[in-house]
Nanobody, 123 residues
């Protein structure tokens, strides 16, 4: 069974940075596209970024392009998202997810999800 555990959330001022981590276990890590999603209070879940199993293809939401960077470490079975120039509207619970269905922005196509980590950006 694939397990995903996020960490690295917290409170940061606008303009600051955070790096989220998601450790995967119970799977062949390179077989999975890894994605990050977020959900703010009262809003629908939103795609943030995804990285292919080989790491050579990356897909970002327009709202984070140029500010966030997704990467993965095969030795640690971990996917990261480096978040820079954070804005109050980035405040949300951030989830990592895994799928074998290709580089997708649709959450319903992801098979496994972590428990989420809270990111709060103060103005």
């Amino acid at each position: 069974q694939v397990q995903l555990v996020e960490s690295g959330g917290g409170l940061v001022q606008a303009g600051g940075s955070l790096r989220l981590s998601c450790a995967a276990s119970g799977c062949t890590f390179s077989n999975y596209v890894m994605g990050w999603f977020r959900q703010a209070p009262g809003k629908e879940r939103e795609f943030v970024a995804a990285i292919s199993g080989s790491g050579d293809a990356i897909y970002y939401a327009e709202s984070v392009k140029g500010r966030f960077a997704i990467s993965r470490d095969y030795a640690k079975n971990t996917v990261y998202v480096q978040m820079n120039s954070l804005r109050p509207e980035d405040t949300a619970v951030y989830y990592c997810a895994a799928t074998t269905k290709g580089l997708k922005a649709i959450g319903d196509l992801y098979d496994y999800w972590g428990q989420g980590t809270q990111v709060t950006v103060s103005s």
